[in-house]
């Protein structure tokens, strides 16, 4: 069985969303200056490199990263191909990419992950993302989890429709997939954030698993 | 199949390690104040909670935690339960706990679990941990993940060489698992830490699949 780590490195150079603030990464303790052992902190957005987002990030009381489901964010997966030449992913879209019946999670593999395969550029605005009626029509075929292969589900200049139709519904939003090296299929998929108690997101290690 | 969770809540209750600093989670933008969303920052240790530690945190030169092997992260894992009395994890202790044959990944637990069933309490030096005869002894058994529930494997006052004993061999440490939910016994382990490029730890999600 194949696994494939679909997660962002996390360093640097990773580009960040405008306004979560940047990656500091700082050793504070260290072995060539006498302490036992290397130690280092870290600081950063929420909602960098691979993530999920919880209902509270576009939803007042709605509920916090902890407490998202594990049987969502752990189970069979489709991975979609989304042509290069599509911008914006459209009910249209989702609905020629051939999504089989009763899938609960999708991954959707764009333009976007070449820019991953291709190594860390500054942040582009001009990503591929899914519009408001691509959400709802995920949501009314029962997706549970929909993956995305950059930093957000929703174009960059419209942001909330997109966010509020999933969460809302309770369908958990996984950004900042790499999915360069995916073929097209199902497969089993892992997507373990950290347990943050009240936040509006977390970062996470995803992994696929060929089955 | 049940899955546990074995993973600690990262959140202001949560004992750190003298000097690793504390966990600062702070809401950057709030909906009630206008925004479009919620977005928090994190600052934390890498060593918070529930980690792996990488080669890198006690061996210079060591590989770190973005290079962990994911084959080792994941897969099959012996739980062992160590009676209330044992305060030191040594090889006689482990010999007595019935480790099945070519079992390469071991969780301990032991009445450090009852700490964190109990809600969180200030640091404790006086936590349950392995000493170095005892990681050697996983070392030559062929272990190649040793997970703990208590933030070290490694008594307080004595932390390089059980530390340097499993990273020098490869074997992966996690630390700071809460097993009191968990009964002796084979499980699917999947501990899917941050992939944080150059670091000596990373927080992680860690879950257990019955079998």
């Known amino acids: 069985m194949k696994t494939y780590d679909v997660t962002l490195d996390i360093s640097a150079e990773l580009p960040v969303w ?80 051939g999504i089989p019946p009763r899938t609960r999670r999708v991954l959707i593999r764009t333009r976007n992950s070449k820019l991953w395969a291709k190594g860390y550029k500054p942040f582009t605005e001009d990503y591929v993302a899914l519009d408001k009626a691509a959400a709802e029509y995920l949501v009314k075929r029962g997706v549970r989890l929909v993956g995305v292969d950059y930093l957000s589900v929703a174009p960059f200049h419209d ?16 950004e900042g997939l790499n999915l360069s090296q995916v073929s097209q299929g199902r497969y089993n998929f892992f997507c373990l954030p950290l347990k943050l108690v009240g936040s509006d997101g977390a970062p996470a290690r995803a992994i696929l698993v060929g089955v």
């Open 18 to 97: 405008p306004g979560d603030g940047g990656i500091l990464f700082e050793r504070i303790e260290k072995i060539e200056d006498g302490s036992a052992a290397n130690v280092s902190r870290l600081s950063m957005g929420v909602h960098t490199g691979t993530h999920v987002d919880a209902p509270y990030h576009f939803i007042k009381n709605g509920s916090t990263a902890e407490s998202l489901s594990l049987k969502t964010l752990v189970g069979r997966a489709y991975v979609i191909h989304i042509k290069d030449d599509v911008g914006l992913i459209t009910p249209e879209v989702l609905e020629a990419a």
């Open 159 to 174: 942001t909330t429709p997109t966010h509020v139709a999933l969460l809302k519904a309770g369908t958990i939003i996984v």
